[in-house]
């Protein structure tokens, strides 16, 4: 195990935990060479949608591959990259006019930010404030661990991580504090506020009411100053909608999407914005060219992947799936409900969590790594934030499976 030159993401390999080799995955489960299987109850992080291997979406790839690899983006197009920014617009609301293609959650957050500054800046008027949401995360580069909660695992960074305007999140019975405090901040004439709508994921499944992101994104259009959606994580249907901002009524001027939008096959981010920020950057003047691209900006095996999930949306019962997968997490939040070591039990449409009683509170809380170890030995793939545990599974997951995942956590707070 230690003879391998992997290094890991959010991994301390220090302390030597097993690191199993997965060979192939199929609907909600992993399996490794020798048939053991693991339930995959967080999606891969957050990713899978449909669930792994989806038969169409592996077939879109299949055939793309049999086309065209790979094409400069600048300058140049190809077919599945037209057909998807076209789909794009047309399942999102009327005002988002344009598809800006990148290739991870944090690119299309940082291609959002530069998108608004450079609105700013091009209208002659620069700005150059984020405002964010305390507990917040946007991924893990430079920029956007900015915009992001500050903590152990940005702190080596933190002299480079610019200043941002945070807003306290809208916990029960303290909204209107934090609309108070997002109208005196958008007096000052920030840039934007870059928000994740209903529910902060790494931030610890924070779940705060439609009615508080219909008025944060109300206060910033009265004050002018961009609305940007970081739907990376909420969107194509984890909070029980196709995009959380749905349930809101809420149209932002800026939109973020990535993880499920190829369904969760293969890496695809599109950052989705309105006339006035296109027009702003539009011009017979160069310089005034938005200067943003990553290599593999709409590659087109991507891309035909994300249509395949377009597709999947448009002709299977995905929003029955999701339904049914809500009801059937309701029931199963409901059986932990009277166990003293759980607390605030909570769910958004396919989303479940809820927060162990710990001696050590906190992201380094000693109970996250033994839970993981004892989901692993029961043959369930868990990552609890801390100690947050949810389960936010694909769609497909069948409810004896559902079962063991929950039973599963049951049996660990008796065991740990
Ligand atoms: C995961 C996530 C990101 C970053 O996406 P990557 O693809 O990991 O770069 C950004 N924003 C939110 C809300 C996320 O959950």
Redesign the pocket.
């Known amino acids: 195990m230690n003879q391998s030159p992997v290094w890991h993401p959010f991994t301390q390999h220090g302390l030597g935990d097993p690191t199993p080799l997965i060979d192939r995955a199929a609907g909600a489960c992993l399996y490794d060479a020798d048939g053991n299987r693991w339930i995959d109850a967080i999606s891969s992080?957050?990713v899978t949608t449909h669930g792994h291997a989806h038969p169409r979406i592996m077939a879109a790839i299949r055939a793309q591959t049999e086309k065209l690899d790979q094409l400069i983006f600048a300058g140049w197009t190809h077919e599945p990259a037209e057909t998807l920014a076209a789909e794009l617009i047309r399942i999102t609301p009327a005002p988002l006019t344009r598809a800006f293609f990148s290739d991870?959650?944090?690119?299309?957050?940082e291609v959002a930010l530069k998108m608004a500054l450079g609105y700013w800046y091009n209208i002659g008027e620069p700005r150059h404030r984020i405002l964010v949401l305390e507990h917040s995360?946007?991924?893990?580069?430079i920029g956007?661990m900015s915009v992001g909660e500050r903590g152990v695992y940005n702190r080596a960074w933190q002299p480079l991580l610019f200043d941002v305007g945070t807003i306290p999140f809208p916990h029960e019975g303290q909204e209107q504090a934090t609309l108070d405090a997002l109208e005196a901040a958008c007096s000052q004439k920030p840039a934007a506020f870059i928000v994740?709508p209903l529910i902060l994921?790494?931030g610890g499944m924070l779940i705060y009411p439609a009615w508080v992101l219909a008025e944060m994104r109300a206060i910033c259009a009265r004050h002018n100053v961009l609305f940007i959606a970081?739907?990376?994580?909420?969107g194509w249907g984890r909070t029980g909608t196709r995009f959380a901002c749905d349930q809101a009524g809420v149209i932002p001027d800026i939109v973020?999407l990535?993880?499920g939008l190829t369904g969760g096959a293969i890496?695809l981010?599109v950052t989705l914005c309105t006339d006035p920020v296109f027009d702003a950057h539009y011009s017979t003047d160069r310089a005034r060219t938005f200067y943003h691209s990553s290599s593999y900006t709409a590659n087109p095996i991507a891309c035909a992947a994300a249509n395949a999930n377009l597709e999947i949306w448009r002709d299977e019962p995905v929003q029955a799936r999701i339904d049914a997968l809500a009801d059937a997490q309701a029931a199963h939040l409901a059986l932990l409900a009277a166990d003293p070591r759980a607390r605030s039990p909570r769910r958004l449409g396919t989303i479940a969590a809820v927060d162990i009683v710990v001696p050590d509170n906190g992201y380094l809380s000693t109970f996250a790594p033994r839970l993981i170890a004892f989901a692993r030995d029961h043959g369930v793939l868990l990552r609890p934030l801390g100690n947050s545990v949810y389960v936010m599974p694909p769609y497909c997951i069948a409810p004896d499976e559902l079962a063991q995942v929950w039973d599963t956590i049951r049996a660990s707070l008796d065991a740990l």
């Open positions: 992080w957050w991870s959650g944090s690119t299309s957050v995360y946007h991924g893990d580069t956007t994740e994921g790494a970081d739907e990376v994580m909420t973020c990535s993880k890496p981010a």
